[in-house]
Structures are given as structure tokens and as C-alpha cells.
């Protein structure tokens, strides 16, 4: 008689699942997956059951209570995002908090399945490249072709916005974007976050 034997599961010493081990806690029931993704982003793909909670809107008070015997597995895009908000659970006492290594790209790498919506918008801070590459080349061909220095300045104008984007968090382009027909719900309620949570440095906008 042959007895089945699980497979351990591995946690790296940051608190890390890899996304095979965290899919197995899930469907043994040991883990719950928490998406702290922005809602454009959760829109065009994402794993089936997990709950949603933005990180621009992370309240370690706002997350639910620990439930005795599964783990509260945390998924970004590519883990950055999912790091911060374990953390900041962590310094306020939470002790079941673990990251899906690698978030879901890492996920999708590996074959595990999610929910895709090919008709989706693409996430927010895609768009704010296409945009803000589009305006630069714009304006650059411009002033090789008329001779005119002043299409600099529409270049300048733009690396100027991301600039201040980066530095301060607050991305005009993506709340402009947001309210483009194409990027609002069926109930006309924009999916861009609101452009003060907007930021390139991982913790929104999809950039982590």
C-alpha cells in the first residue's frame, strides 16, 4: 500500500511563496490570495477567488482578520508591490502575511491559470508610455523636419510631467487617460486610480 506524501511547501527568509506552492495552499485551503493590484490592471487578467485590495488604499486595519490555519498570500504584478503591503501588515502584528514570488507574471509563467479579458483596456501606466513615447517622438520628428527648435519644447514639456510625476506621485496623463470612454466601467466609474495615488515607484499604476 502506497501512501501519497505531500510536497513541503518553501518560504524564502523574506517571506516569499514561489506561485506553484502558493496555487497548492489555495486549493487545500491553507491560503487565500489577496490582489492588491489596481482595478485596470485586475480587470484584464487575474486569478480566480482572490480578493481585492489596492495597495493606494492599504489600511493594515482594513484587511481582514487573521483565520486560524491559512496563510494570506499577497499578489502584485511582479512582487514589488506585494512586498510593501506585507511589510507594512507585518510592523502592524499580522504574522500569516506571505508574497507570491514574482507576482502574477511569475504566475502566468508557470501555466497556473487566470481569468483574461482580452477586451480590456490596457493598464493605466502602459498607456501613459504610449502616450508620453508618442508625444516625444511626435515633437521630435516635428523639429527634424520644419528645422523649428520650438517642438523642443513640446519634449521638454513632457520629460518635464514625468519628472514630476515620479517625484511627486502625481501623474496628470493617467487621471486625463482614466476618463477616456475606453477605460471607464459599465456603470461609468473610471478604472485609472485617481491621479495622487498615481506613481512610478511600485506602489501604483501597476508598476510593481
Do not use: Y
Request: aromatic residues 4%.
Amino acid at each position: 500500500m502506497t501512501t501519497a506524501t505531500s510536497t513541503p511547501t518553501t518560504f524564502t527568509s523574506s517571506g516569499a511563496v514561489s506561485p506553484r506552492d502558493a496555487a497548492r495552499l489555495v486549493e487545500q485551503g491553507q491560503a487565500w490570495i489577496v490582489d492588491v493590484r489596481e482595478p485596470d490592471e485586475h480587470r484584464r487578467e487575474h486569478v480566480a477567488g482572490a480578493a481585492r485590495h489596492p495597495s493606494p488604499a492599504l489600511s493594515p486595519t482594513g484587511f481582514p482578520a487573521e483565520t486560524a490555519g491559512r496563510r494570506m498570500l499577497i499578489l502584485c504584478r511582479s512582487g514589488n508591490r506585494a512586498g510593501k503591503v506585507a511589510g507594512a501588515l507585518r510592523s502592524a502584528g499580522r504574522t500569516d502575511v506571505d508574497v507570491i514570488e514574482g507576482g502574477i507574471t511569475a504566475w502566468m509563467a508557470q501555466g497556473l491559470p487566470v481569468v483574461r479579458n482580452a477586451k480590456a483596456p490596457l493598464p493605466i501606466i502602459r498607456q501613459v508610455m504610449i502616450a508620453a513615447g508618442a508625444m516625444q517622438l511626435g515633437f521630435t520628428i516635428a523639429a527634424a523636419a520644419t528645422g523649428n527648435p520650438w517642438f523642443l519644447l513640446g519634449t521638454g514639456f513632457v520629460g518635464a510631467g514625468l519628472l514630476f510625476s515620479g517625484a511627486t506621485g502625481i501623474c496628470a496623463m493617467a487621471t486625463v487617460l482614466g476618463k477616456m470612454p475606453w477605460n471607464q466601467t459599465s456603470g461609468g466609474t473610471a478604472l485609472a486610480p485617481a491621479a495622487k495615488t498615481c506613481t512610478t515607484s511600485g506602489s501604483g499604476c501597476g508598476c510593481g
